[in-house]
């Protein structure tokens, strides 16, 4: 089941944090944050991994909820360079492939 | 530098006609995927491979084929493209299922006429 993604879309100025939940119906043991400008490729941010563990950039981080059903994507001192779309990959188990949400559009306005 | 290169960006078919996107990756990896991106629905996958010649289907294969005949290739054949087969195609590839990072290529965008 596709995860959901909220907010659909976000204007922030310069300097601000931002926040971007991924939600699914179910325990989850991975997600995979990505950032996709327009006309290009999706480019990987972090994986949050059910036992909390985190691989990624160190300016950006992400945390489960308590029942591991949600993940927030974090992102502090907004850059103009953040602007695009972010993705979120979900996985119940370490045996099946990704199912993404359907992005969340980042704007930071100088 | 890792690279997943797809060989078109941008492709114009006719309804009917046969297929071929290609995908290619220096990064020695086992999994290799096909995800097919329209707005507001995020990626959504085709086909993936976890070895050569070996292929599973995604969420929407139907209409889709794949092939990798050569760990570093994979390619997504539409045996009789239709317009609702228009969209951006995406390719990627990991090491790892769900527990390392995908590199994705620039995407091809397909638009059947």
């Known amino acids: 089941q596709q995860p959901v993604q909220s907010p659909q879309a976000v204007i922030l100025r310069e300097g601000e944090d931002a926040v971007i939940n991924c939600s699914s119906s179910?325990?989850?043991?991975?997600v995979h944050w990505y950032r996709q400008k327009h006309g290009e490729a999706p480019v990987f941010l972090m994986i949050?991994?059910?036992g909390g563990e985190q691989k990624g950039h160190d300016k950006i981080s992400a945390s489960f909820n308590e029942k591991k059903q949600q993940s927030s994507l974090y992102l502090t001192a907004s850059q103009l360079s953040y602007s695009g779309t972010y993705f979120c990959?979900?996985?119940?188990?370490?045996?099946?492939?990704?199912?993404w949400g359907a992005g969340t559009k980042l704007i930071i306005k100088p | 530098d890792v690279k997943v290169t797809q060989s078109s960006r941008y492709l114009v078919k006719r309804t009917g006609e046969k297929v071929f996107l290609e995908c290619v990756q220096d990064?020695?990896?086992?999994?290799m995927f096909w995800y097919r991106q329209d707005p507001g629905l995020g990626l959504r996958l085709i086909y993936f491979s976890y070895d050569v010649k070996m292929k599973e289907k995604g969420d929407i294969p139907e209409g889709y084929s794949v092939s990798r005949e050569k760990k570093e290739r994979f390619s997504l054949i539409l045996e009789s493209a239709s317009t609702n087969q228009t969209s951006m195609y995406l390719c990627a590839s990991s090491l790892g299922l769900t527990n390392t990072e995908a590199f994705f290529g620039q995407g091809t965008r397909l638009t059947v006429v």
């Open positions: 949050l991994l059910k």
């Open positions: 179910k325990a989850l043991y991975s």
């Open positions: 990064m020695d990896h086992e999994n």
């Open positions: 990959g979900t996985a119940m188990d370490s045996n099946y492939q990704l199912i």
